[in-house]
């Protein structure tokens, strides 16, 4: 029931959506009774829409995500395990064409994975991923995954695959299942920066404390009041997912899935 309701959610107040339903409706308001109403809509939907694509939205929202955690550094003793969250194939795509398809900027997570297996050759790996689909599908992203990361000759035979989880509650409920972690383990969480504080949160509120790597980086780190025309899709993107980040936040906070509106270290 949640994860559908999320998906609804979620696709109710997508922020593009939104806008330019805003414009569209106010367009139509403007041949009836109700047309300085449809001005004001048309308005506002407008200049919504160009800060998304030209203005400082994106930042103004996503870098407070992306600054929550910051990397541990190389210099970090040993972890025993690492974990790597889904959200970077799209499953659907992937399983039509036959090849990983990656979702937007949110490769990193994935190919983390050469450079932390290589500085930790003992670590214990696991990926966990299923399929964001509201129906049952075939094809998950720990299938894509296992095939990206094969062809890139990583060796999977000693990485666990978790393919059951729909969201990030079900990611670190099914992980501490898998891992049953000892109190004492030091464990490793790769996901992308602006998703970070929810995911820590969740396993935080499971009994699960990690160390965050975060990845995927899509702010410059500073505010800009300007992106030229030819980033408009990447900015419109930025506020696309730190808008969906907030909202996780807020809903996971209020279900009780995890016990702080916006963790921190």
């Not at 969250?85 to 064409?97: H, N, P, T, Y």
């Not at 930025?238 to 009780?256: K, M, P, R, S």
Request: glycine share 8%.
């Amino acid at each position: 029931m949640f994860f559908t309701a999320s998906k609804i959610f979620e696709f109710l107040f997508a922020p593009l959506d939104l806008f330019i339903f805003l414009v569209l409706t106010g367009a139509f308001l403007l041949y009836t009774s109700f047309s300085n109403l449809g001005r004001r809509l048309c308005l506002t939907g407008g200049v919504m829409l160009l800060l998304m694509a030209f203005g400082p939205l994106g930042g103004l929202i996503a870098m407070p995500l992306e600054t929550r955690f910051f990397p541990p550094g190389e210099n970090i003793s040993a972890p025993d395990g690492i974990i790597i969250l889904g959200g970077s194939i799209d499953e659907k795509l992937s399983e039509k064409i036959g090849r990983p398809v990656f979702i937007d900027s949110a490769a990193e997570r994935l190919t983390a994975l050469i450079t932390l297996k290589r500085l930790y050759p003992s670590a214990r790996i696991i990926f966990t991923g299923g399929s964001s689909a509201l129906k049952g599908a075939n094809y998950t992203e720990a299938d894509g995954v296992k095939l990206l990361w094969n062809n890139l000759g990583v060796d999977t035979k000693d990485i666990v695959f978790e393919n059951r989880s729909r969201n990030t509650f079900e990611n670190a409920l099914f992980t501490y299942e898998i891992i049953n972690p000892k109190p004492t383990d030091r464990w490793l969480l790769v996901t992308s920066a602006m998703h970070m504080p929810r995911a820590i949160g969740v396993f935080r509120k499971i009994g699960f404390p990690v160390i965050a790597y975060p990845v995927d980086y899509r702010t410059e780190g500073k505010l800009l009041f300007f992106s030229p025309p030819r980033f408009a899709t990447r900015a419109i993107g930025v506020v696309q997912f730190a808008t969906h980040e907030w909202i996780g936040l807020i809903i996971y906070w209020l279900t009780g899935k995890t016990n702080a509106l916006f963790p921190a270290p």
